[in-house]
């Protein structure tokens, strides 16, 4: 699976977009890249995923690089309930759907 | 839609003694179901992969004999710490797959488990 990589931490004011960056370089062909984020003691929350195409939902957008090495994951208006640890992972279908954690971002929403 | 419970979401156990937690998927049924466990400051760690009717897949260095799976339904999975000990203590985590050829898990909340 390809590994990724994420700035430890950030920080963004309250009503800002908030752009989350994951280099994933050595991405091949058939893996998507999902974006999970966990806020403190709780279980993760699935946020979006893509495989080559931008992708828009209510929660957030996520922007690919055309030669897939990198990503962003775009809030739009942070609000101080975004303040979590941010997941970027790159996953194959075809092994067994394991998804391999790194230590992700931790953003701060500050008021 | 995808909700994912946990039960307990706290347990504190005595050393020595096998603890329980029950995963149940509320609005889906998951063919595939996984446990993980989180330490402090620390990103999760897939213990197990298991799929419904079939036994577990352990990830390397974890104890089968000491973390039991069952997933006797397409809705149920539960975790047994047998013997717990005190380094066993952690937040332990399930989630499950929406359909067989997806990659998205929608986890539960959590279970604090707490070995004194």
């Known amino acids: 699976d390809a590994k990724t990589t994420q700035p430890p931490s950030m920080d963004c004011a309250e009503g800002r977009a908030a752009n989350l960056p994951c280099n994933h370089s050595t991405i091949s062909g058939n893996e998507y890249v999902y974006w999970y984020r966990q806020i403190h003691s709780q279980g993760p929350q699935y946020i979006i995923h893509?495989?080559?195409?931008?992708e828009t939902n209510e929660m957030a957008s996520l922007i690919i690089t055309e030669d897939r090495k990198s990503s962003t994951l775009i809030l739009p208006h942070a609000t101080l309930r975004d303040t979590a640890v941010y997941y970027c992972?790159?996953?194959?279908?075809?092994?067994?759907?394991?998804?391999?954690w790194g230590l992700g971002t931790s953003l701060a929403v500050n008021p | 839609g995808a909700v994912v419970s946990q039960h307990p979401s706290r347990v504190i156990c005595k050393s020595g003694t096998s603890v329980k937690i029950e995963c149940r998927s509320l609005d889906f049924q998951a063919t595939t179901m996984f446990w993980y466990r989180q330490f402090p400051k620390q990103s999760l760690m897939l213990m197990a992969t298991?799929?419904?009717?079939?036994?577990?897949?352990?990830e390397q260095g974890v104890e089968k004999d000491k973390f039991l799976i069952n997933h006797a339904s397409l809705t149920l999975s539960t975790l047994t710490v047998t013997s717990a000990h005190p380094e066993d203590s952690s937040f332990y985590i399930c989630?499950?797959?929406?359909?067989?050829?997806?990659?998205?898990?929608?986890f539960g909340p959590g279970t604090r488990l707490t070995v004194l």
């Open positions: 893509g495989l080559k195409n931008n």
């Open positions: 298991s799929n419904e009717g079939s036994k577990a897949t352990y």
């Open positions: 989630s499950a797959s929406l359909l067989p050829s997806t990659d998205t898990q929608y």
């Open positions: 992972i790159v996953s194959n279908a075809g092994n067994n759907r394991k998804l391999i």
